[in-house]
Structures are given as C-alpha cells and as structure tokens.
C-alpha cells in the first residue's frame, strides 16, 4: 500500500492508471505481446481481481493464454508453480509481476535474447537490476562466476539490508537488485520445487490436477492449494538452487514503490509539476498532485505529494512518499476496524 | 468565499462550525441572548438559508423575534431598513454580521452600554475595531470630535485602502476599521434613508407593508424589493450622514476572514496544529486541516492550511490565506459553468 490512498485492498497498484493512460498491468502485458516473441500470456491473480483484471486486458484488445485464480494468496512460489503446471512441458516462462514499469523494452528485449540460450540449458535465470542508489527496500543478488552473454552465477541472495549494508553493496559494485523477474523453463522449476519445496510442488499440483477450466479461466482446487507453504519464489528456490544465473540490465526499470518515483519517472510541467485529475496548482513547484475524486486546489507550495480519493486525501514532503506506511499505521490505529475494510491493506 | 472550500454557495460562513462546536451564527445569537438587556433577535436571510438558519437556532433553543426573508440580495441597507422597519419606532438596534467572532464578550456589553445614550439621543453610531494591523481588507472610518464616553463624531469613511495608504491610516493612529457593527434608532435610521437613500426606503417599505407574516417568519414582497437599489449601509447612509459617531472597541472582534484567521483564534494542540473532523497528522507542525468528508492524512508537513470537503481540497501555505480568492478565480476558468453552481460563489 506505499501507493496509498490510491492503491488499496480490492484495487492494488497494477490497476490503476499512473502516468500515461494504461495501469501498470496493461503496460506489462502490451510489453510481451509480440506474437513472433511470446505466446499468449499466463496470467495469475487472485480471484477478487479477476472480473478487474479481464476488464484490462479487454480493454486494450488482448487475450491471454490463461487466466489463473488463486483460491487463496500463497506466495509467489506456489503461483509461479501453477503458471508452471500450466504451460507444462520445457516451455520457457518468462515471470513478470504485474506492477513494475520498464521505460526501455528494448533493453528487455535484448536481455531476453542474451538469457535465453543459457535458460534453455536448465538455469533458472533472474533478472538483475543494476542499483543506482543504496536502496534498502529490495532484495540484492552477488554476482558469481561469469556465464557468458552478459550473465554470471547467482553468487548469493542477499534480503533487504540495512542502509550501512546497503552503501557497502552498493560500494563493492557486484550486486545487481532482484526484481523479481525471471526466465526459466517450467520442467527446470518444478525439478527445483521436487528438490527444494517439495511441499509446496505437490500442493500446485494437486490443485492444479484438479482445477476446473472453462472460457480460458483455471481455477484450481482450493482445498489441495491450501496446503502448500505460504512462500516468495526466493526462499522456497532460487537462494537454495545451485543453478540460477542472473543477467544485470539497466531498462529502465521502476516497482513504482512510492509516489516519489511516480513523480520522478512520470511526465512533469515547466514548473517540475506531475498534476493528474481535477487539479489546479498555480503557483506551485515540483509536486506530484492527484485526484481520482474531489477537486484539488494546491496554492504556492512546492516539494510535497498530494493525493486524493474520495475516500482519503494524502499531504506528504516529496522524498519521504516511503512514510506513507506510517501514516497507514496511524489511520489504522484510530479507525480500528474500519482499516480492514479498505481504508489500506493491499499485499504489499 | 475566503473560507472555501468549506463555505460555500449555499453554506455560507455563518453556518459552518468553525473551532468549537457552534457555527459563528450561533455564536453571535448568545451572545444577544440576555433577556435582561436584549429583545429577542430579528434575522435577516435569504430564503435559501431560511430552513438552516432556523435548525441552527433550534439547536441551541434560541427563539428569534422575528425571520425576515430577503426576496432577493439587495445589499445591507435595504436589508437593515427592513429590520428597522419590523422594529418600528424608536426601537434601539444593534446591527450584527453573523458571521464575526467576538472573543470579549464583555467588551461588547461595556462599550454598548457607552453608546446607547448616544444611539438614544439620535445618532446612528458605528463599532469601530481598534486596528492592530495594515489591513486592506476593511473599510477605516477616521475618528472626529471627542462626544464623550469613548464616542467620537466619524469625521469620513475611507474605503478599503491600499497597503502605503494602510500604513498611513495605522501611523496616524486616529482610524478604526468599520466592521460593520451598528447601535442605532430604527426611526433614526429610516429617517436618514429618507433623506440619502430614498428609493431604498420607498421599496423596503413597501416590501414591508406587502409582506406575509406566519408563525414569526415575514416575507416581504418580491416585487416590491427588487425596486430596491442594492447599496451597502456604509455607502447609502453612513458616508453621507451628518450624526455617524464612532465608538473604537477592542473586543477580540475577527471576520474569521481566512483561514489563518481561524488558525489564529482557535485551539491549538501541543505541536501548533488546529485539527478538526477525520484528521491524523504524525510529525505535522503549525497546521490548519479541517476535513468535513475524506480523512486527511497529513505526513511530516509544516505552515500549511489544509481543508477538505467531498468536493474540494485545498491547501495553502499558512499566512496566504487570503489567496484563496485567486484560487477560486483559477478554479472558474477550469470549470466554467460548474463553477457557479457550487464549487465557489458566496456573498463575500
């Protein structure tokens, strides 16, 4: 919820429109519909999203391969498995969250080209961000031993480090951010699962075994899919797998974490203002302004995040868009229950 | 419209609780409300704000003498001869906004009971605000010939000045502002519109002796008052009168003209912020944020005023209240018509 009020439970941030005219989630999947490159996409989301995420995807003209339903949130790992389980076979998947914006799909595309041959031989290949800040909101990944290609062996997964640790990765210039993003072949992941969660692999299976399939909608068996371990992709396989490469690339790439980087990633005016909506802001400098709701009426002020729903309006120094999570807290502790019913909560 | 958006058409100032928890109509009712010195109230109202104004006094069991509904807006004199007119004789009025705050109650009753032996003897005699500042926002009135009491004859009244000529009337120091406050004979008063405003009196009195009368409400006949030239008080009468006095008071008297003003005179807690309706602000300082829709999460923020209703936010930094105005004008170019049914466009 670091995109709150905008984002939220029952309209998380793959959804909304920020910047341009397309969410995030129609973005991504405009970004992997060359038919001469990509089959029809596997989508997986949760089934509260599903009516939402059709409506995207309709809306700009596309049809995806298949669309899974979570019965339930399990973690990453046990969702890529059943996108796995799905495509079946040595089919190459390519694993994209849908919330992330990548400025330059060229130096996608030619990552993709590079990885490919070295995914085919049987790596799990992850796609590493190469940092330009000592960020300690994601995870990082050591380069190993030079692959070739432009990739290296996955050395190590390092978790969200502290801001010392991170100034000190960021110094040493072998470690590339995980994105979460990954090309690998479905055999070689449930070989992976089989070895390292297997709990979780015989969980998918089951229900995807039993999953009900109608008009390109999988939904797989929710009593089989709750007993597997509720973990990220990370833990249950790639800090454990012997065999994970990581290409470093540089495309462009933003999780959009906070409205500091819709502001710096997003068009701005002459006066360094993002404004979207029903808002007029004279004489005012260097925020990013947004109503989905009432009019905004911002009057010589500079430097701050302001952001409205009809539910909840968000006044913020721009740089500091990451204590929005305290805000969620208080708001939390005041209303009680009324927090849990969409005043905040996505899965972030 | 200075305290937009919370006032707005059809909210005027008067009916919105603004610091503590009765609206300044209300306020100014008790304040009038000793049966020993004060008969009960006449109103004066549009016919739009009829059915507020009355739930407002019921809400504090207050019993007006009598409501007079405005057919249309024709300024303060036409509305003030209708008063007088309903008062009838030598009925001693004191004319009060409804929308001033006047945090020294005390003061007032001490500088009434000054001025009514010379509101008595046939003067129309004005409350002038002791001025602690160069304000271009009100009329001055200069201060003549000492009449004993604390009274003075009002040698002129200067229109709303520019800030040098603000200045000069502050260093003069002979200049109180007019607030529009008045103690005066009601056959005095109409009097001197018979001589300076005759086409004012002409029409209200007919309006008057046209009017209905029910259940205490009066409704004076349309056709009859829209004769009525529309002119303020100060400029049908009291600019022209011979017998204007003048009684400076200090007596905690505000317009509550923007919102720093509000800021200004209301609570405060520890951290300097004035917080009122769904409101957190952690780490926040020196603020004004009032929400009477959205809940306001302000973060980190300092010197701002922040309002929000369903419709509208503003913010502004604090000490530029007063240029809402300019936001406003930038809200009517944006909008067009929606403007004027609604967004903006009360009396002020």
Redesign the interface.
Known sequence: MRLW?LSRLGRPKQMVTIGGDRSLLQRTIERVSDPGLFAPPILVTGAAEAEAVAGQLAAIGAAPGATILEPAPRGTAAAIALAALEAGGDSVLLVLPSDHEIADPAALRAALAAALPCAVEGRLVTFGIRPDRAETGYGWIRRGAPLGGGLFEAAAFVEKPDRAKAEQLLAEGNHDWNAGIFLLRADILLTALALHAPAILDAARAASQGAGRADGIVRPAADAFAEAPSLSIDKAVMEKAENVAVIPVEMGWSDIGSWDAVHALGPRDADGNSLSGDV?A?DSRNCLIR?D?????????ED?V?V??????????RG?GQ??Q??IA??EA??GDRASQG?SGDKE
């Not at 709701?293 to 002020?301: D, F, H």
């Open positions: 009020p007029v004279p109503s709701g009432p009019t905004i009426v911002a009057l010589g002020v701050l302001i409205a729903t009809e539910r909840a309006v968000l006044i913020v120094p500091e204590r929005v305290e805000a208080a708001l005041r209303h005043m």
